[in-house]
């Protein structure tokens, strides 16, 4: 059982724009901790892919942008393309539990 | 250009030990916390340990807590967890990660290594 909830798996057609949330609590997300996302092709390992407030490192495309607001944030990515087929993760802090937390992942499907 | 590479990793009997490495390079390690994150097969990330830069302070999961010991050597450029009284549960690929972070809570990891599996079966 994750301390962030995300949903299982999310699809789109090469083109669309499918959003990821990632659930928190007033003791990680709430409490003002930033949300990072990360993004996991098979086999290989997270890379770092943006911000709760969207700040992306450099040569991440502009199509994924990120979001917060209270106990929660969202993952955006538009114009969806094949090679965004991977699992994608968010990440905080909870103080609370004095630790870092990670959602469960997401799975997205590009149809 | 950053690289953080890990090593160690094997089958062993439960409540056996192993000790991973995370060879880093393209940074001043010494500047960085660093970090242990694993994944369980088919599952998702689980955040580990901790060690502060100099090597002064650390933190553990609850579940490892007792068990495994984060340290580093800023000399050799390496960062180390021993793991003894391994369990099946523990069996995953280990990451090391380097974290951005203005202090010692919080942050993100904006580097990681490729992952040494762990397996612990008999």
């Known amino acids: 059982q994750s301390v962030l909830t995300q949903p299982p798996s999310v699809s789109g057609a090469p083109g669309q724009r499918v959003t990821i949330s990632c659930t928190g609590s007033s003791s990680n997300i709430g409490a003002g901790y930033n949300v990072y996302w990360y993004q996991q092709l098979p086999g290989t390992a997270p890379k770092f892919l943006i911000s709760?407030?969207?700040d992306r490192p450099s040569g991440v495309p502009d199509r994924f942008s990120g979001s917060k607001s209270g106990t929660s944030a969202s993952l955006a990515i538009t114009g969806l393309q094949a090679e965004d087929e991977a699992d994608y993760y968010c990440q905080s802090y909870d103080i609370s539990l004095s630790l870092w937390v990670f959602g469960g992942g997401t799975k997205v499907t590009v149809l | 250009e950053v690289q953080l590479v890990e090593s160690g990793g094997g089958l062993v009997q439960p409540g056996g030990s192993l000790r991973l490495s995370c060879a880093a390079s393209?940074?001043?390690?010494?500047?960085?916390?660093m970090h242990w994150v694993r994944q369980a097969p088919g599952k998702g990330l689980v955040w580990v340990s901790r060690v502060q830069s100099d090597g002064s302070a650390t933190r553990y999961a609850d579940s490892v807590k007792g068990r495994f010991t984060i340290s580093r050597d800023n000399a050799k450029n390496t960062l180390y967890l021993q793991m003894n009284s391994l369990r099946a549960e523990d069996t995953a690929v280990y990451f090391c990660?380097?974290?951005?972070?203005?202090?010692?809570?919080?942050?993100?990891?904006?580097?990681w290594g490729q992952g040494t599996l762990v397996t612990v079966s008999s």
């Open positions: 990660a380097r974290v951005i972070a203005a202090s010692g809570t919080g942050g993100y990891f904006d580097y």
């Open positions: 709760g407030n969207s």
């Open positions: 393209g940074f001043t390690f010494s500047n960085y916390w």
